[in-house]
């Protein structure tokens, strides 16, 4: 009981999501989105699934691109369908034809109703005219010979119901419904309802023994995908006897098995009973409340889906079939060219051929592969839900986070593989969302309590060694922490040092607080401007602090983002020499050096102290440029490997130097800003100016040095760097030329 105790707020917010979920099962507070994750949970289990097979019975003669191109632009003629129907019911010897497409108007390809106009009209003087026409009449008139062809054979034409304020008929509906009103109880809804429809032709629709509706989307069901078919509806207009007319699909089953009588078959209890499933002869097809059966879809769709074989209708009406090749089949006659507008959206895929869903249907009746979603559903759910919460609710709070990971992970694998079998052995479709939500949301909820309460200790173990460690380091590790072992390595990097001028001045002005106080404040605002360019503060020291780009995170953009870090970092010195001056504190002056190249880092230092830093010769040259910068009077140095790197910018070069430790020369540039059209239209005739001078210094040649150097000098006779050169090309005029010197400057100290 202590332990309970003792947990008690983990358990209560981990009961807060079982709360949430009961209050969906029962009805009390239903959820749309674990309505949706329902249907997707359904979608995928179907998919995963269906058999992929072929289905031999069933056969689409389709209506397809290819037979619209060699048999004309739809509608075809009559005579041209009953030519098809013929050579599918004749020498093809099918067992059942049902047509996924409708005819209702008259058809006048023929031209019958122009030559009786004619006759009437302007050539009723014409003797034996009349008469002759009215002998030819039976070999024009399409209809009819469409109509002779469905007489007294196995065919199911389609129609389609409408529902609209001023109800409309067109065409003629079956002569009598499937079943009467009174075949269902008083007082309850049992399919949808209609008042018009858009039926064949009565002279086809009294040919044909049976007709059914193609209605396939009843209501909107989120997402408007096909899930369900109805396999009846309700007719109450007065255009035909009222009653509950029957789909395509079963109007085929039915013609097939013999036209087998359809019964209602009722739950029992509640004030109205309530409609289970329909029975088909000794079939019993579990539909919903509106006597909609959910598809069993086989496989993928279309001719290429591999569930049913498709023969282009072109064919058919060509002779291109072998005698007899469609014997004892169940053919529906379809159109899957896309002009003609009959793909659906359903869960296999977003446009699935219209005429597949009946041919599903159709299967999946023979098969008795039949879906339900049984009435005990809604206390299946709470039960699963009630089991699972508390199961969950006092495990996560008591386990360890390994072992809690482990139960929530059993927990789904239960739920799903009961979820699962049940549909796979029995075919009963049965609510998983709110029992898999519930379980993910008290996960989450019971480890963030864990997280945020009980680890506090642990954040802030974190937060101390952040304050030794860059931060980015630390985020980096606490997120990916196998990928950083803080084990030293080579690496392409940045490396600036930044150093306080006259730093030794400031001191004897300033009592040891107030210099505390204002390092701080430098510091704080260099720093700023060094993370903000993602650079990493490796240390202090003393005046100056030293940064890297490149680690622990990568930058491939390292030597840019210093050069801008740099230039940032001498505007904030001048904007604090601003704040220095209004109120009566010394102004500071900063050199800083930046160099790129192979550098080692990592976790360095003795057992005792230890630091996340960077070694190496481009690091040692780093230190020696900023020791430069006061000399050439610039605030940055950079080595020519850190221009490459950064061609962004505009740069002017200082010189050739052989620094302490380094026998080779290195080229030093500072950057004047970035590079922009502007800014290069700018500094291009002064940079120019400035190369011809070091040119003219580096061969020695003194007198043309200085001609080249006076508009620059006398432009700007302040600037520390004229001024060198000046003094430089005037001394070493005095001097004879040395055939062995290449111009660099050589410094033994920083």
């Not at 599903?360 to 559903?377: F, Q, T, W």
């Not at 230890?610 to 190496?616: L, N, P």
């Not at 070091?694 to 004229?722: C, E, F, H, S, T």
Request: net charge neutral.
């Amino acid at each position: 009981m202590s332990v309970l105790r003792r947990h008690w707020p983990r358990i209560v917010i981990s009961l807060l999501p079982v709360l949430l979920a009961l209050a969906h099962a029962t009805g009390a507070w239903p959820l749309s989105a674990l309505e949706r994750l329902d249907r997707l949970i359904y979608d995928i289990r179907l998919r995963a699934t269906m058999p992929r097979t072929l289905d031999p019975r069933v056969v689409i003669v389709d209506v397809d691109d290819a037979s619209l191109a060699r048999q004309g632009q739809w509608p075809w003629a009559r005579d041209k369908i009953a030519g098809l129907t013929n050579e599918l019911l004749g020498r093809q010897q099918v067992a059942v034809l049902g047509f996924d497409v409708m005819f209702l108007e008259p058809d006048r390809s023929s031209g019958l109703d122009s030559l009786r106009a004619m006759a009437a009209g302007p050539l009723r003087g014409m003797q034996g005219l009349a008469t002759e026409i009215e002998r030819l009449a039976p070999t024009l008139d399409n209809d009819a010979a469409f109509a002779k062809s469905l007489e007294s054979r196995p065919v199911a034409l389609g129609y389609y119901f409408t529902r609209t304020g001023t109800p409309s008929a067109k065409g003629q509906l079956p002569a009598a419904p499937l079943l009467p009103v009174d075949a269902f109880p008083a007082g309850g809804i049992y399919a949808s309802s209609w008042n018009g429809f858009g039926a064949s032709l009565p002279a086809l629709a009294k040919a044909a023994p049976t007709a059914g509706f193609l209605n396939t989307l009843v209501g909107v069901q989120g997402d408007g995908a096909i899930r369900s078919v109805p396999l009846i509806a309700r007719y109450e207009g007065d255009q035909a006897q009222p009653g509950y007319y029957e789909s395509l699909g079963l109007a085929v089953y039915r013609l097939v098995n013999g036209l087998p009588p359809v019964l209602p078959a009722f739950a029992s209890g509640g004030a109205v009973p309530r409609l289970e499933s329909l029975r088909v002869g000794r079939l019993r097809v579990p539909v919903d409340q509106m006597a909609s059966m959910k598809v069993p879809f086989r496989g993928p769709g279309g001719a290429d889906g591999g569930s049913f074989r498709y023969i282009p209708a072109a064919d058919v009406l060509e002779g291109r079939l072998g005698p007899g090749e469609l014997k004892g089949k169940i053919v529906l006659v379809g159109a899957t060219a896309p002009g003609l507008q009959d793909l659906r959206a359903t869960p296999v895929e977003a446009a699935f051929p219209g005429v597949e869903v009946h041919a599903n249907i159709v299967s999946g009746l023979l098969d008795h592969r039949l879906l339900s979603v049984p009435d005990y559903a809604p206390g299946y759910e709470v039960l699963t839900v009630l089991v699972t919460g508390l199961v969950l609710t006092f495990g996560l709070s008591l386990l360890s986070a390994p072992r809690a990971v482990l139960l929530v992970a059993g927990t789904i694998g239960a739920l799903v593989g009961l979820n699962s079998w049940l549909f796979m052995a029995h075919g009963l479709v049965l609510p998983l969302a709110s029992g898999l939500a519930m379980t993910m949301l008290a996960f989450v909820l019971s480890m963030s309590w864990g997280y945020f309460v009980e680890s506090r200790a642990r954040r802030g173990l974190v937060r101390l060694f952040g304050t030794y460690v860059p931060p980015q380091l630390v985020d980096e590790m606490l997120v990916q922490p196998d990928r950083y072992s803080m084990r030293a390595e080579s690496k392409p990097m940045t490396v600036m040092f930044c150093d306080m001028r006259d730093f030794t001045r400031l001191s004897e002005q300033m009592t040891p607080a107030q210099l505390q106080a204002f390092l701080n404040t430098v510091f704080s605002r260099l720093t700023d401007v060094i993370s903000a360019h993602r650079g990493t503060v490796d240390k202090y020291m003393g005046d100056c602090v030293m940064a890297f780009w490149g680690a622990p995170i990568d930058a491939p953009e390292h030597a840019a983002l210093a050069v801008r870090a740099a230039l940032d970092m001498a505007d904030a010195v001048r904007d604090i020499n601003e704040a220095n001056r209004a109120g009566g504190r010394p102004e500071i002056s900063v050199g800083i050096g930046i160099n790129s190249g192979v550098m080692s880092v990592g976790d360095m230092g003795s057992a005792a102290r230890r630091s996340y830093t960077v070694v190496g010769d481009a690091v040692n040259l780093a230190s020696r440029l900023e020791g430069l910068s006061g000399h050439y009077g610039v605030e940055i140095v950079a080595s020519g490997a850190t221009r490459e790197l950064a061609p962004g910018y505009v740069w002017q070069e200082l010189d050739s130097v052989r620094v302490k430790g380094k026998a080779q020369a290195v080229a030093v540039f500072t950057p004047l800003a970035e590079r922009t059209p502007e800014a290069e239209k700018q500094a291009q005739p002064l940079l120019e100016r400035w190369g011809e001078v070091l040119a003219a210094y580096r061969r020695q040649d003194w007198a043309v040095g200085r001609n080249l150097l006076a508009p620059l000098l006398a432009a700007d006779a302040k600037k520390v760097l004229y001024q060198l050169y000046a003094q430089r090309l005037a001394s070493m005029a005095l001097r004879p030329q040395d055939p062995n010197w290449d111009g660099a400057t050589r410094f033994e100290t920083k």
